[in-house]
């Protein structure tokens, strides 16, 4: 590796470094507003200036790479000052540049407090300015519900046109003008397209772009700040939650780079208001007249013991729903254990995955970062782009990272990179195993390809065929070879790995969600936070959740629970990563969590719980299940429970697959509450009318 001298410090770095990158890996600090570590280089700003021995004048940093600055005249490397007083004398002028048009809103500005381009004109500007013209006004543009726009503060970064383009891969923002004439828009006035569109909003180092769900609603210096996890999805993006009191005001991303690196979906981040909305604070109890009436505790968990009574164990059953956390599974699994039932389920959609297959057959085994070592992809079943849009992220990543081969069989669909769509069902499927279809040599030539399999081919009355035949494939095609499991199932339910994991499915003679959910099948279904499914007429149903959502409307007796924001939980992403949530909030009125209520409803039932707090939980939990005490790391799943896999076969239907998801924006409970949800959801709606017109 080349060698560089930075303030005298000498240090060895790639030569594919820029010149910024060598600095601070020096611990030289290099301010900038235009560059940033995940887009392309535009060296726009020039607030990166740095002094490089026998250049005739600063350069910057961001654009000048380690490879092209030439060694002194004796042969020493490269000498870079990042202090000297010709550099701190070209920052000056440049911020002075930039400050030339820039408002005085600091004071009632949403980005005050986390604004770069106030840090920075303290740490590297001046005091005064030699400029008294009139300063240029921009009139602000509608970009969509969710990102405010206040264009007199735009210092023309190109930031967030560089991140709808190469990353979201929507290029709805670009620059018209030339000069101070200069403008970012949309061009036609009209919302952005992408799911990840309030992302633009974290990337502005000014206040031209910011939150408007959030807008005026809270300083940075007055919210406590929680690590935690997201739940909209199965990826597991990390996320922070900032609360104000016991209110969350907002979700931001935080970054990890094998998961989401540093974005997050508009859903995970303005799902906020959700949380406040139609929330459940306090039990229910269906009444003799048919109505749902506020009751205490004592009165519900009474309602429940008497509808359990003397009612066979065969009879009783419970459905875990997509937000649940393991511990709260682990929790009602262990009472329907205690009732006699092996009527339990977390597959509330019906797909057909099975633990007793092996492990590897229901993760998403290449890892999300694995997606970039891959040289082809096959899609069956799925929308990555409104399943999981952060692995759809990934997944255009490699596409610009070079040439990869990518197929897609299923719904025709736009996911912002070059696809060949192979077909649109089982038979396409079918014809690349017998070598009949083209897409088929180009898998075969592939040293690591991926296969991933979806909700949508997996969810029907023929998913377990499927999923055989989608192992087929991969074991085909050569995706399972030493040091490379290429089988990947994307899920959409962030309760699901987890729920499987500890065998949260029908045991020894168990009903299935559809056998539970069918006329007469069942006398008592315990849901929790299951909204998905219809309960036939005639079961008495217990809701145990945190809105007054499908459940809640079905049910005949409500028990509040905390939401995700509202307790610690463990959740295991479609990876098979465990990652930890924590509280940043309390839950409203009577709520609680929901292990909690489980806990006490038991001793009423006469199958008491054997913990009395969420340690000793976890403590009999991770006994049972030592791979999901591992924060943040995947265990490997066992690659030959794919090859038994693909020799189950199985009747397939001919009929195409069809996303489990219709609308991205109104996929759970919290989402539908929300009123920025809706708001996205009537917007994207119309513009699917307004495509197929």
């Known amino acids: 590796m080349?060698?560089?001298?930075?303030?005298?410090v000498e240090v060895d770095v790639p030569a594919e470094y820029t010149l910024l990158q060598a600095c601070e890996a020096a611990g030289a600090e290099i301010p900038r507003f235009c560059f940033h570590e995940r887009l392309s280089i535009a060296g726009n700003c020039r607030m990166c200036l740095v002094e490089l021995k026998g250049a005739p004048k600063p350069v910057a940093s961001c654009a000048w790479g380690v490879k092209d600055c030439r060694p002194g005249p004796n042969g020493e490397p490269p000498t870079v000052y990042t202090k000297s007083a010709s550099t701190k004398k070209a920052r000056e002028g440049v911020m002075e540049f930039l400050l030339i048009n820039h408002p005085l809103d600091c004071p009632i500005c949403d980005q005050g407090g986390e604004c770069d381009l106030q840090d920075?004109?303290?740490?590297?500007?001046?005091?005064n300015t030699r400029f008294?013209?009139?300063?240029?006004?921009?009139?602000?543009?509608?970009?969509?519900?969710?990102?405010?726009?206040?264009?007199?503060?735009?210092?023309?970064?190109?930031?967030?046109?560089?991140?709808?383009?190469?990353?979201?891969?929507?290029?709805?923002?670009?620059?018209?003008?030339?000069?101070?004439?200069?403008?970012?828009?949309?061009?036609?006035?009209?919302?952005m397209g992408s799911e990840l569109q309030s992302c633009v909003a974290d990337l502005c180092p000014v206040g031209a772009l910011t939150s408007k769900p959030y807008a005026y609603n809270a300083r940075p210096w007055e919210l406590t700040k929680?690590?935690?996890?997201?739940?909209?999805?199965?990826?597991?993006?990390?996320?922070?939650?900032?609360?104000?009191g016991r209110e969350v005001m907002r979700i931001l991303p935080r970054v990890n780079e094998a998961i989401n690196e540093e974005w997050i979906t508009d859903k995970t981040r303005h799902v906020v208001d959700g949380l406040r909305r139609q929330r459940l604070d306090r039990p229910y109890v269906r009444g003799a007249d048919g109505r749902l009436a506020p009751a205490s505790w004592s009165e519900a968990f009474a309602a429940i013991a008497g509808?359990?009574?003397?009612?066979?164990?065969?009879?009783?059953?419970?459905?875990?729903?997509?937000?649940?956390?393991?511990?709260?599974?682990?929790a009602l699994q262990g009472l329907m254990r205690g009732l006699g039932s092996a009527n339990v389920d977390c597959r509330q959609d019906g797909a057909a995955l099975d633990p007793a297959l092996g492990r590897a057959t229901y993760l998403f085994n290449p890892t999300i970062q694995g997606i970039e070592e891959a040289d082809a992809i096959l899609i069956v079943g799925s929308n990555p782009r409104i399943e999981a849009s952060l692995v759809n992220v990934r997944i255009r990543k490699r596409w610009r990272q070079g040439p990869v081969a990518i197929g897609l069989v299923g719904e025709a669909a736009n996911l912002t990179y070059d696809h060949d769509y192979l077909g649109a069902g089982p038979e396409t499927l079918q014809s690349l195993l017998d070598g009949s279809h083209s897409f088929a040599e180009t898998l075969k030539a592939a040293k690591r390809p991926i296969v991933i399999v979806g909700q949508g081919a997996l969810a029907r009355a023929d998913g377990a065929a499927m999923l055989s035949l989608a192992a087929k494939a991969a074991d085909t095609f050569g995706a399972i070879a030493e040091g490379w499991n290429g089988f990947a199932v994307l899920h959409t339910a962030a309760s699901r790995v987890g729920g499987l994991d500890i065998g949260f499915v029908p045991g020894e003679g168990g009903k299935t969600v559809a056998e539970m959910a069918a006329p007469g099948a069942m006398d008592v279904v315990w849901l929790l936070g299951a909204d998905e499914i219809e309960i036939a007429p005639g079961a008495f149903v217990v809701y145990q959740g945190t809105h007054g959502d499908r459940g809640a409307h079905r049910a005949d007796v409500i028990l509040p629970g905390a939401a995700y924001t509202e307790k610690n939980g463990l959740y295991v992403n479609t990876e098979g990563r465990p990652q930890f949530g924590y509280?940043?909030?309390?839950?409203?009125?009577?709520?609680?969590?929901?292990?909690?209520?489980?806990?006490?409803?038991?001793?009423?039932l006469g199958a008491r719980l054997p913990f009395d707090s969420l340690a000793q939980l976890r403590q009999a939990l991770f006994s049972a299940h030592p791979h999901l005490a591992q924060d943040e790391r995947i265990t490997p799943a066992d690659p030959a429970a794919i090859g038994a896999l693909a020799s189950r076969g199985g009747a397939v239907d001919k009929a195409p697959f069809a996303s489990p998801i219709t609308d991205f924006y109104l996929t759970n409970p919290i989402a539908r509450a929300s009123a920025i949800m809706a708001e996205c959801s009537a917007l994207a709606q119309g513009a699917k009318r307004e495509a197929a017109e």
């Open 120 to 127: 920075q004109a303290m740490a590297y500007g001046v005091d």
């Open 132 to 191: 008294h013209e009139n300063k240029r006004a921009v009139e602000d543009k509608y970009i969509g519900p969710l990102v405010k726009t206040w264009m007199n503060r735009c210092i023309h970064c190109t930031r967030c046109v560089r991140f709808a383009t190469e990353v979201a891969g929507v290029p709805d923002l670009g620059a018209i003008g030339r000069g101070e004439d200069m403008e970012i828009t949309t061009y036609l006035e009209k919302a």
């Open 226 to 244: 929680t690590e935690s996890v997201d739940v909209m999805d199965a990826v597991g993006s990390a996320i922070r939650v900032d609360t104000r």
């Open 583 to 604: 509280r940043a909030a309390f839950p409203p009125g009577d709520a609680r969590e929901d292990w909690a209520i489980l806990r006490a409803v038991s001793d009423v």
């Open 307 to 330: 509808a359990v009574k003397g009612k066979d164990a065969s009879r009783i059953g419970a459905i875990a729903g997509d937000l649940a956390a393991v511990e709260d599974m682990w």
């Open 2 to 8: 080349p060698k560089i001298i930075v303030d005298d």
